[in-house]
């Protein structure tokens, strides 16, 4: 006889709680290989693509794209012998299917941490009993997806989907041009430019929006949940302290235009900000405090002998932070294309979870928006945040004549439990003079 088995929701990186289902690669009736990817999950740090541990024959879904789901849950059934007798299987009781068959412990998948996760969970208040969802089904009927809110299904490929929610494109509200209603990148391309046909009879309240009050709703998680959680834990836990800093970088710029045109640099993309991470780098080993952390439950502050480097990145799913690993035993010319290959993945949306953790210091550049300066809140798991503004042409006083130099504003965000003004000061003079001058690295 058939036996089934469930697939639950496995904890991808230390410490997860919860996921959104973002897409499904799979459908009921569809035959799956062991560590076939089954399904796109967002977790609170990043987009991750789950591999089902077995061979078999889905036979259910148990949650639809978009719904959030705790650590634990069974998402998926999996008939993993389909050659059996078409018998249904029994009901599970409420104890039983709160856990998967056989409540044995998944073990870590393809692609997952090494932490394997019991998936035994206990229901949440206010849940339908465990039996009512997570139930094992019998043989398919006929192959179809769940359906969504409202009875409406967008028909669109993973990767067309992927595209929609970075442009901020609803597909409930779009009509597919492709055969059988499909949604094709071009229409997501169009409804972003605000030239693609509505689809018809879809309720506003998919979107969120309420032509009433004419406001919108977006519900709070993923990314951006993470995110609000990280900076209210960091503003009001670390006692922060912002110093600014005004340097004429004109003398980096004048380099950068030089090693352009060298061989050594021939193809790579040197910015303002390799220059700001290298500083960092090497201004951090003359003022260690500003690279070490608060262990409130040990009662210590822990001293990094390495600099795992954040970059603050804006991407279409929200801030993230990935980390340039052992920063400081990179050269310039590593350094650059480093942080080209993590902005780019990070545009992506393809930074793993394990590529934002134990980051040591942090660079957020907000001058590539133009703007001058602002207040950064430091990393959670940090001591200090460097803020880079605009670099502008601005009036400055060289040997005691006003002349046109490129000006750039520096602040910089510490914890006064482990840095205190004056290796603060330090730190961010040593940056300053180190952009100001790149030729004084040589003393460092």
């Known amino acids: 006889m058939p036996t089934f088995k469930q697939f639950p929701l496995a904890d991808t990186a230390e410490g997860l709680t919860e996921a959104d289902i973002l897409s499904w690669h799979v459908k009921p009736g569809d035959t799956v290989t062991v560590n076939q990817i089954v399904v796109e999950i967002e977790t609170a740090k990043a987009a991750v693509e789950l591999p089902i541990p077995w061979a078999g024959v889905v036979t259910e879904l148990h949650v639809e794209p978009g719904q959030t789901v705790e650590v634990g849950t069974p998402i998926l059934t999996i008939d993993v012998d389909p050659g059996g007798a078409a018998t249904p299987a029994p009901a599970a009781s409420p104890a039983a299917a709160s856990a998967p068959a056989e409540e044995e412990e998944m073990k870590p998948l393809v692609g997952y941490g090494s932490k ?18 997570a ?9 179809a997806a769940p359906a969504p809110r409202g009875g409406y299904v967008p028909l669109a490929k993973p990767p067309v989907r992927k595209l929609a929610k970075e442009l901020g494109v609803d597909l409930h509200a779009l009509t597919g041009t492709a055969d059988g209603g499909v949604i094709t990148r071009d229409d997501v391309h169009k409804a972003a430019n605000g030239s693609a046909p509505a689809a018809a009879a879809v309720s506003t309240v998919d979107s969120g929006y309420d032509p ?15 995110t609000a959680a990280a900076m209210v834990q960091s503003a009001y836990t670390a006692p922060h302290v912002t110093e600014f800093l005004t340097i004429d970088v004109t003398p980096m710029m004048e380099f950068r235009e030089k090693l352009k045109k060298s061989r050594e640099f021939a193809g790579v993309k040197v910015t303002p900000l390799t220059f700001a991470a290298k500083a960092v780098c090497l201004a951090a080993k003359r003022t260690p405090d500003i690279n070490a952390v608060w262990d409130e439950a040990a009662q210590e502050i822990v001293y990094k002998d390495y600099v795992h480097l954040g970059i603050a990145a804006a991407t279409p799913r929200g801030l993230i932070v990935p980390k340039v690993r052992d920063a400081d035993s990179l050269s310039l010319k590593e350094l650059a294309g480093a942080l080209t290959a993590l902005t780019e993945v990070a545009r992506q949306g393809k930074t793993s979870p394990a590529d934002m ?4 210091i942090t660079i957020t550049n907000v001058g590539v928006f133009g703007v001058d300066t602002g207040t950064p809140i430091i990393n959670p798991g940090e001591s200090a945040i460097l803020c880079l503004g605009a670099i502008k042409d601005q009036p400055w006083v060289v040997d005691g004549e006003i002349k046109v130099r490129k000006v750039l504003q520096l602040s910089l965000s510490f914890d006064h439990r482990v840095v205190d003004g004056q290796q603060g000061s330090e730190f961010l003079a040593d940056v300053g003079a180190l952009l100001s001058d790149p030729a004084m690295a040589m003393t460092y």
Not at 116 to 133: D, E, F, L, S
Not at 135 to 143: D, Q
Not at 212 to 226: D, H, L, N, Q, Y
């Open 116 to 133: 394997a996760v019991v998936t035994q969970r206990r229901a949440r208040k206010g849940a339908a009993p465990a039996a009512a969802v």
């Open 135 to 143: 139930a094992p089904a019998p043989a398919p009927v006929a192959p």
């Open 212 to 226: 009433a009050t004419r406001e919108r709703r977006v519900p709070i998680k993923g990314v951006r949940k993470m």
């Open 357 to 360: 953790a134990n980051g040591t």
